[in-house]
C-alpha cells in the first residue's frame, strides 16, 4: 500500500490513515501529491474492511500550506484553469462524495488547498496549534480548490467573505466558534482524538452513511464550482497574480497594482 512518493499509508482496526508526506514544502499539493491521494482514497473507499478514512499531514507544522505555488506559479490562464478542474476531480470532489466517512486531523497549518482539502472531508478535528485561512488573494489568485463554495456552505457567506478577502488565518478556537472544525485537540492528543472520533463513526450503519453523506450533499448546488475555476484561471492573466506569486518566492511583501 506504500508505493506512494508523498504518502504514508497506514491501516489499523479497520481504520485507513493517509499522511500527506512533502515535509520540506509544509505539504503543499502539487500535481504528483493530488494524483497520489486519488489513488490512495480511491483503494481505502474501495476496500470494504476500512470503515474510516483518516487524512492528516506529517510532522507537526502543517497539515497542508495549499497547492504548490512554485509549480502553477508559470501557468497561464488555460493552464491556471485546468490546475483547478483536475485537482476538483480528482481530489476535492472525490473526498466530498465518497462512501467512507473522511476525517480531517488539521495538525498545523491549513492554508489554501490545504484548507481546501479539509472543508471537503466530512468532519474536522484541530490541533490546538492549527492555524487555518485562503490567503489566496494574497498571491494574486483566488481559491480554486471548492474554497469558495464550501467555505460559506460550512461556515457562512459573511465570515467565508471575511476570511477569503482579508486573507487572514484563524486558530484552532476561533475555528471552533466558527463550526469550521468540530474538535480541539491538545496536538500531541490530535491522533488519539480523531482514532476515537472514527471508532465511534464505526458503531453506525456503513451503508446508511453513505447514503447520508450522499443526502447531505445532495443539498449543495454545484454551479458556484464551475465559476470559481474559470475565475481561478482568469486570475492568472492578471499582474497581481505574477507579482503575489513573484513575492512570495523571494519572501517579500507584495506591490499589487492600486494597493
Ligand atoms: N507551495 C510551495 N511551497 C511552499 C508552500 C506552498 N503553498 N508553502 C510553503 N512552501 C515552502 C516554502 O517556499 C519553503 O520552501 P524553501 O525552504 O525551499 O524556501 C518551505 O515550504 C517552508 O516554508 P516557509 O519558509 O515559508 O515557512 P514559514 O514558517 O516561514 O511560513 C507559512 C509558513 C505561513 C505556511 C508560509 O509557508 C506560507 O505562507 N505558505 C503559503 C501559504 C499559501 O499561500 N497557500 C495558498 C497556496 S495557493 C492555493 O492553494 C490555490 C488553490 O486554492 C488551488
Partial sequence: ?????????????????????????????????????NKAFN????????????VTGSGTKAFVAGADIKEFMHFN???GQELAATGQELLFDLV?????????????????????????????????????????????????????????????????????????MIDATTALTYGLVTEVAPAENLMETAFKKAKKLM????????????????????AGFAIEKELFGQAFTTADFKEGTTAFVERRKPNFEGA
Fill in 203 to 222: 458503531r453506525n450503519s456503513p451503508q446508511a452513511q453513505a447514503l447520508a453523506i450522499k443526502a447531505v450533499n445532495a443539498a449543495y448546488p454545484k
Fill in 77 to 79: 490562464a488555460q493552464q
Fill in 43 to 54: 483503494a481505502l473507499n474501495d476496500d470494504k474492511n476500512i470503515r474510516v478514512i483518516i
Fill in 96 to 168: 466530498e462524495n465518497l462512501d467512507t466517512p473522511v476525517i480531517a486531523a488539521i495538525n498545523g497549518f491549513a492554508l489554501g488547498g490545504g484548507l481546501e482539502l479539509a472543508l471537503a472531508s466530512h468532519i474536522r478535528i484541530a490541533s490546538e496549534q492549527a492555524k487555518m485561512g485562503l490567503p489566496e488573494v494574497s498571491l494574486g489568485v483566488i481559491p480554486g480548490y471548492g474554497g469558495t463554495q464550501r467555505l460559506a456552505q460550512i461556515i457562512g457567506k459573511g465570515r467565508a467573505m471575511d476570511l477569503i478577502l482579508s486573507a487572514e
Fill in 1 to 37: 500500500m506504500n508505493n506512494y512518493n508523498n504518502l504514508q499509508i497506514d491501516v489499523k482496526d479497520n481504520i485507513g490513515l493517509i499522511i500527506i508526506n512533502r515535509p520540506k514544502q509544509l505539504n503543499a499539493l502539487n500535481k504528483e501529491t493530488i494524483e497520489e491521494l
